[in-house]
């Protein structure tokens, strides 16, 4: 016998969605659930892409940024650095620009002088330079920075976590912190520096005020430098005899960067955490699927005897239920697909990240949506195909 | 006069649990344009020799020639072949899908004969005028009456003009008047042999020849129609 069945492509199309058009709210719902989990999985990976940008931009910006700060003798007291560091430093050619701080020690910062003494905040006072906001590439978030009126009288400026510490969140001619038995005029409020978290506690104070004040003696007990990117290694190897030809062995030279190279690093870990969660999601959500197109076999055993009886063979009635699972699953990706690009797009926003969704994430999202239909429709799709035919046109 | 259809010793069991066995040795030959009715009592194996006359089941001894072609060692996309282009049905619950209109369901019936949508329709339009309902192609088979179904069913079955029509108590949902129209209609079918299966013995007259079954075994048959 020469004649054939056979079904056309677009009417192997046509039947495969008729489905999905004839019940719309079950589809929608069973929809849903791939496009939650499709969603996850592009806003964990979106996020994560803009997270990671921003601390790459971050990298790229403090990559150059190495500090030297005093070591510790063996009875664990600070050595101090000696005065000349600095100005040592400073000689060394590829370095563009240095500031330092020095710790006061035992300087106490309080909101009024009724707060008691034991509630520090973990709030450190600092004798800072000029240089250091464009040294650290620090933005002031508030009023202004320590200025030459700073070195003659008691002013301060806040980093950003010792400023919500104390509840000071706009300034005034009147805004006034209790340091060290002495009230100082709060004239400015640093951002976050995420290089040096040491000034986001810290209250910043001016070496001549520190000097005058607390004889402080201009000793730097922390030296920040640029250096030109290319030649940071070569410069840090040089840092410490530079600094302290005598003992170099006392400080430490640090890369602030490394920190931020260690938070790409734990942002790794967690992407794959949410990673695997949303893989949980997705399949639980093709298990929905599985479930709703079994259920779907045995509501339309008559359609499946009469296509039988009108010509179709076994193989077309597992393609009608493989392609309605699947494009019930590609359905379902794509708008994940959407929902998480949108909430990555929010999620930047809040955070104030670059908005970056790796190419692969969406594409990567309709493959696993359409592995998963095809998945879940298997069974189902292999059941309908065994359906005798006379006993599914008894089915009414 | 060329045999639309051949039984030779003919025999259907079911497999356990039920293990029943619902035809026994039976022979019976259609010829080209026969009108033929199967009675019987319920349970007398009449569905099961319709089943088996569309391919839908294959009996489990004996020949089946469809056509003048044994069907006994056909894989299941050559008997879907046979059912595709020799074979249409009418069913008792007519079988239509609600979200197509007349005329797509009635298209339907040529689909998997791989034929352009726009052919299909064509064919389509023309069973649903020999049917009488030419007015009724963008209808919904809600909108339709039981009679109409059934002669929308119809159009589906004849739409590719098979050599052989099976039809399962087509008037069984039916009143009479309509059960009538319907018989009338499928008497005058033309180069289509008829096989029907019924209750009714006025619509069993009405076929040029008549068969009864009695536990799964020909136990009248009023002869070939000459």
């Known amino acids: 016998m020469t004649l054939r069945s056979r079904l056309r492509p677009a009417d192997a199309m046509s039947i495969g969605t008729v489905g999905l058009r004839a019940r719309r709210v079950r589809a929608t719902l069973s929809a849903l659930g791939i496009a939650i989990a499709i969603a996850a999985l592009v806003a964990v990976l979106g996020v994560a892409e803009s997270s990671k940008r921003q601390l790459l931009d971050e990298l790229g910006r403090q990559g150059n940024l190495l500090t030297v700060a005093t070591g510790q003798t063996f009875d664990g007291r600070p050595t101090p650095l000696p005065t000349t560091a600095q100005a040592m430093i400073a000689r060394i050619p590829p370095v563009l620009a240095t500031t330092a701080v020095g710790n006061v020690e035992d300087a106490t910062v309080r909101r009024t002088d009724r707060i008691p003494p034991q509630n520090t905040n973990g709030i450190n006072v600092l004798a800072a330079q000029p240089s250091l906001p464009a040294t650290l590439s620090a933005r002031v978030l508030r009023g202004s920075y320590l200025g030459p009126p700073a070195e003659q009288y008691p002013e301060t400026v806040l980093g950003y976590s010792a400023a919500q510490s104390l509840g000071i969140d706009r300034l005034d001619a009147q805004t006034q912190v209790f340091i060290a038995g002495r009230y100082f005029t709060v004239i400015g409020v640093l951002d976050r520096v995420s290089v040096a978290p040491e000034i986001d506690t810290a209250a910043l104070v001016s070496f001549g005020v520190a000097d005058r004040l607390f004889g402080l003696g201009g000793v730097p007990t922390r030296i920040y430098l640029r250096v030109d990117p290319d030649q940071v290694a070569a410069v840090a190897a040089v840092l410490g005899p530079t600094a302290s030809p005598g003992n170099p062995r006392d400080l430490m030279v640090q890369r602030p960067s490394d920190v931020i190279l260690a938070r790409l690093q734990a942002k790794g870990a967690f992407v794959g955490l949410f990673l695997g969660l949303g893989a949980i999601a997705l399949l639980v959500a093709g298990v929905g699927i599985a479930n709703i197109m079994v259920i779907s076999v045995l509501e339309r055993r008559a359609e499946i005897g009469l296509r039988r009886a009108l010509g179709a063979r076994r193989r077309d009635v597992a393609a009608q239920f493989l392609l309605e699972s699947a494009a019930l699953a590609v359905i379902g990706g794509a708008a994940g697909i959407g929902l998480g690009c949108l909430a990555t797009a929010v999620a930047a926003r809040l955070a104030g990240n670059p908005l970056a969704i790796p190419a692969e994430a969406p594409l990567a999202g309709l493959a696993a949506a359409l592995l998963v239909g095809a998945l879940a429709g298997l069974y189902p799709a292999t059941r309908a195909a065994r359906l005798p035919p006379a006993d599914a046109l008894r089915t009414l | ?226």
């Open chain 2, 1 to 226: 006069m060329t045999a639309a259809l051949e039984l030779h010793g003919v025999a259907k069991t079911y497999r356990p649990p039920t293990a029943v066995t619902a035809l026994s040795d039976v022979d019976l030959t259609v010829h080209r344009g026969e009108t033929v009715a199967i009675t019987g009592a319920s349970g007398a194996g009449k569905s099961t020799l319709l089943s088996i006359l569309g391919t839908l089941e294959r009996p489990t001894a004996g020949t089946v020639r469809i056509a003048g072609t044994d069907t006994s060692t056909m894989s299941d996309p050559q008997l879907s072949a046979v059912r595709a282009w020799h074979i249409g049905f009418v069913f008792q619950q007519f079988f239509l899908l609600d979200h197509l209109t007349v005329l797509d369901n009635v298209a339907t019936g040529l689909m998997y004969r791989g034929m352009p949508a726009a052919t299909r329709r064509e064919h389509a339009a023309r069973a649903l005028e020999r049917v009488g309902l030419a007015d009724r192609l963008r209808h919904r088979p809600a909108q339709l009456s039981g009679g109409e179904r059934q002669r929308a069913a119809i159009a589906r079955a004849v739409a590719g003009r098979p050599a052989v029509l099976l039809a399962d108590e087509p008037t069984g949902n039916l009143d009479t008047a309509n059960g009538h129209q319907i018989v009338r209609l499928l008497a005058t079918l033309e180069d289509t042999s008829l096989v029907l299966v019924t209750h009714n013995a006025e619509v069993a007259a009405a076929m040029q020849r008549q068969i009864q079954l009695r536990d799964g075994r020909i136990v009248h048959d009023s002869g070939a129609a000459t």
